[in-house]
C-alpha cells in the first residue's frame, strides 16, 4: 500500500481496477484512503487529494464532534441500546449455560458470577449475533420479493466505518452487527441499500434512482445513521 502526506495528513492509496478516484475520509477516527486506477501516477493522486483538503478537513471535524458512546462493561445498572430502545442491564447469577433475555424496558444476562468482563461481554455479543440473524433474513426476504434479487449469501461484523458493504461478484453482503441498536427501520434501509448494490455496483444516477423509488426517504435514514452517537 502506498501512502500520500499533505501536511499532516497521511492518506492511504490503494489501487484496484477501477475507472475513476474514489476518496473516503472513515469514522470514527477521520482516517482518509483514496482509491486510484492501476495505472494513474501518484503525483496525480496527491494532486487531486490536494485539491480536496477543506471536504477532508470538514469531513473530519464533523467526526470529532460528534457524539461517543460510553464504554460498556456489561455489569448490572449499565444502559444498552436494543432496535433503538434505552434497557437496563441486569446481570443475574446462573450457573451452567449463559443466556440473554430482553423485555421492553431491561435485558437480562444470566451467567456464571465468575464471569469476567470480557466473557460478560462474549455473552452479550453472541446474543447480538443470534438476534441479528434472526432478524436479517426478514429484511433480505422482504427485499428480494420487491427487487426481484437477492445475496447468495450475508454476512454479519462489527464495523467502525460502514454500516454495510455489498461484493457484487460474489453476491453477497455484509451488515454491520451494530445497527442491533437502532430502530429496525434503520436496518431495513442499510439491507436493501446493500441489496440494490447487487444489481448496480457503483453510486450511479441509476442505483439511486432504485433506491429513492422503493425507499423514499433514504436520505433521512442516512443522516440518522450518521447523527447517531459512534460506537466505542
Request: aromatic share 8%; net charge positive.
Amino acid at each position: 500500500m502506498e501512502t500520500i502526506e499533505l501536511g499532516d495528513l497521511d492518506i492511504s492509496v490503494t489501487r484496484k481496477d477501477v475507472k475513476n478516484v474514489h476518496l473516503t475520509v472513515h469514522p470514527p477516527e477521520g482516517i482518509v484512503s483514496l482509491v486510484i486506477p492501476l495505472d494513474t501516477r501518484l503525483e496525480i493522486a496527491r494532486a487531486y487529494a490536494a485539491t480536496r483538503i477543506g471536504w477532508i478537513r470538514q469531513k473530519q471535524e464533523q467526526f470529532r464532534q460528534q457524539a461517543r458512546e460510553e464504554p460498556r462493561h456489561f455489569i448490572s445498572g449499565e444502559s444498552h441500546f436494543v432496535w433503538g430502545r434505552r434497557r437496563l442491564l441486569e446481570v443475574e447469577p446462573q450457573q451452567g449455560r449463559p443466556e440473554v433475555v430482553v423485555s421492553p424496558n431491561r435485558i437480562v444476562m444470566r451467567v456464571d458470577p465468575r464471569a469476567s468482563e470480557t466473557r460478560r461481554e462474549g455473552v452479550f455479543r453472541s446474543w447480538v449475533l443470534s438476534e441479528m440473524h434472526r432478524t436479517v433474513p426478514r429484511h433480505i426476504s422482504k427485499w428480494e420479493a420487491v427487487l426481484g434479487v437477492g445475496p447468495q449469501r450475508y454476512f454479519l461484523q462489527k464495523m467502525k466505518t460502514k454500516w454495510g458493504s455489498c461484493n457484487h461478484a460474489a453476491q453477497a453482503i455484509r451488515i454491520n452487527t451494530e445497527l442491533v441498536k437502532k430502530p429496525r427501520d434503520l436496518l431495513d434501509y442499510v439491507v436493501l441499500h446493500e441489496m440494490i448494490h447487487l444489481i448496480e455496483p457503483k453510486h450511479s444516477d441509476s442505483f439511486f434512482a432504485i433506491l429513492s423509488r422503493h425507499y423514499p426517504d433514504w436520505q433521512d435514514a442516512r443522516r440518522d445513521l450518521n447523527e447517531m452517537p459512534i460506537p466505542s
